[in-house]
């Protein structure tokens, strides 16, 4: 895999993605992603973000979680038990990846990377 150097922005891209939620596209295809090693957080364009919460919910359906106001996180769920550790998450969450050059290349973000427990 070949990386991209924007001269002028100082970033590394290793081109465009597909954004997938576990098994199951997004259909968000051609999203532009740049790996800053100096971040703590990873953004996603409105798009692409609406997207991924729009995957989590279809997945969700069915399962005893429900979607929850919280007054700190725009988009919370809650099950009839409170989450204990990541183990419980990863019974319902599935991994978020992002897949480069036709599926060559992927960098696989599990629950736990992008979920936060209160």
Known sequence: ??????STSKHYSPG???LVY???STSVKG???IFDSGS??????LQAYQAFISSIR???NGKPLKAVDDETLPVCWKGKKPFKSLQD???YFSPVILNF??????LVIPPEAYMIIT
């Open 58 to 60: 279809k997945d969700l």
């Open 22 to 24: 576990g098994t199951k």
């Open 40 to 45: 703590s957080y990873t953004y996603f364009n």
């Open 101 to 106: 050059n036709g599926e060559k290349a992927k």
């Open 31 to 33: 999203l532009i992603t």
């Open 89 to 91: 998450v990863k019974k």
């Open 1 to 6: 895999m070949q990386f991209s150097y924007f």
């Open 16 to 18: 465009p993605a597909e």
